[in-house]
Nanobody, 117 residues
Framework: QVQLVESGGGLVQPGGSLRLSCEFS????????MGWYRQAPGKQRELVAT???????DYADSVKGRFTISRDNPKNTMYLQMNSLKPEDTAVYYC???????????WGQGTQVTVSS
């Protein structure tokens, strides 16, 4: 059974940094793609960063050079390091996983990130 649990959100000033964590179970890298998505109020959920099943990383243009996705396999944890945060990064951030060939996603409960002075 796949389970995803995010943590690390909070309130930060513009220009600041946060690191989000996603603890997971029931996932084998190489079979599941994983990523981070976000949803701001009144907007659709959007991709932020992702690991493909081949281990390649991809980023949304809006976060390239500021955010870094990484993982610690022994700890079954994926991270999103967010630097140079902007008010427009304010959103609920979700951890996502999808098994190769599947038509549905697994989601965590989300963690709120607010960037404000």
């Amino acid at each position: 059974q796949v389970q995803l649990v995010e943590s690390g959100g909070g309130l930060v000033q513009p220009g600041g940094s946060l690191r989000l964590s996603c603890e997971f179970s029931g996932i084998i890298f190489g079979i599941y793609a994983m990523g981070w998505y976000r949803q701001a109020p009144g907007k659709q959920r959007e991709l932020v960063a992702t690991f493909t099943t081949g281990g390649r990383t991809d980023y949304a243009d809006s976060v390239k050079g500021r955010f870094t996705i990484s993982r610690d396999n022994p700890k079954n944890t994926m991270y999103l390091q967010m630097n140079s945060l902007k008010p427009e990064d304010t959103a609920v951030y979700y951890c996502q996983a999808r098994r190769s060939g599947a038509l549905y996603d697994y989601w965590g409960q989300g963690t709120q990130v607010t960037v404000s002075s």
